[in-house]
């Protein structure tokens, strides 16, 4: 069954700090991997693609097929990161649907 | 930059009745998503749409949903008879080839 699971609902951090954000997938083919963020009142859109490999506001992500993990790493959290972060998958199909996690919000204290 | 444009932005509407919810895609975009959100839980994929067709739909997806590409910008949803569990944010998403671009979501509240 292709499932995401991200197993922190809420991460709370003060700025300056690491922040790792988890997800986990299930899929029995070659996934491509997403993350997306949502900040207050605005809509969903991209922060990372696996398959870029760049580093986007200081966030990283790197596919572990081993651990079937896809973690979200930025060595120093900011205020402005604090968002909903939802990691997707994508079937790589011909409709090429995405299955989101449940997301986990992560807030940055100051 | 071009945008995902969604209307109304909430919905209020009373259960069994008809409520049509609108999306504009970026214009150059071929394929064509609609995604909801119940409170507090995930975004799940509901139906995909290329070259004027249904290419998948989820379970979710009922004969109760209906999608439509009237004219050459518009992508619409239609919930015939709407359910109180029907409640939730609904997402649409457009793509050229590569990632999704959603727009800002319309809340649908079935009372």
């Known amino acids: 069954a292709q499932r995401v699971t991200q197993p922190e609902k809420l991460l709370s951090v003060f700025k300056g700090a690491p922040v790792e954000l988890k997800c986990n997938y299930s899929y029995s083919g070659s996934p491509e991997l997403f993350w997306y963020v949502q900040y207050s009142r605005q809509r969903l859109q991209l922060l990372l693609r696996?398959?870029s490999r760049e580093s986007i506001k200081g966030f990283t992500a790197d596919l572990n097929k081993g651990e079937t993990s896809f973690h979200l790493k930025k060595p120093f959290a900011q205020e402005e990161d604090s968002a909903m972060y939802y990691c997707?998958?994508?079937?790589?199909?011909?409709?090429?649907?995405?299955?989101f996690g449940t997301g986990t919000r992560l807030q940055v204290f100051p | 930059e071009p945008e995902v444009t969604q209307t109304p932005s909430h919905q209020v509407t009373q259960m069994g009745q008809e409520v049509i919810l609108r999306c504009v895609p970026i214009s150059n975009h071929l394929y064509f998503y609609w995604y909801r959100q119940i409170l507090g839980q995930k975004v799940e994929f509901l139906v995909s749409f290329y070259n004027n067709e249904i290419s998948e739909k989820s379970e979710i997806f009922d004969d109760q949903f209906s999608v439509e590409r009237p004219d050459g910008s518009n992508f619409t949803l239609k919930i015939r008879s709407t359910k109180l569990e029907d409640s939730a944010m609904y997402f649409c998403?457009?793509?050229?080839?590569?990632?999704?671009?959603f727009g800002p979501g319309t809340r649908l509240t079935v009372t």
């Open positions: 696996h398959i």
């Open positions: 997707a998958l994508r079937t790589l199909s011909n409709t090429d649907k995405l299955i």
């Open positions: 998403a457009s793509s050229g080839f590569s990632e999704q671009y």
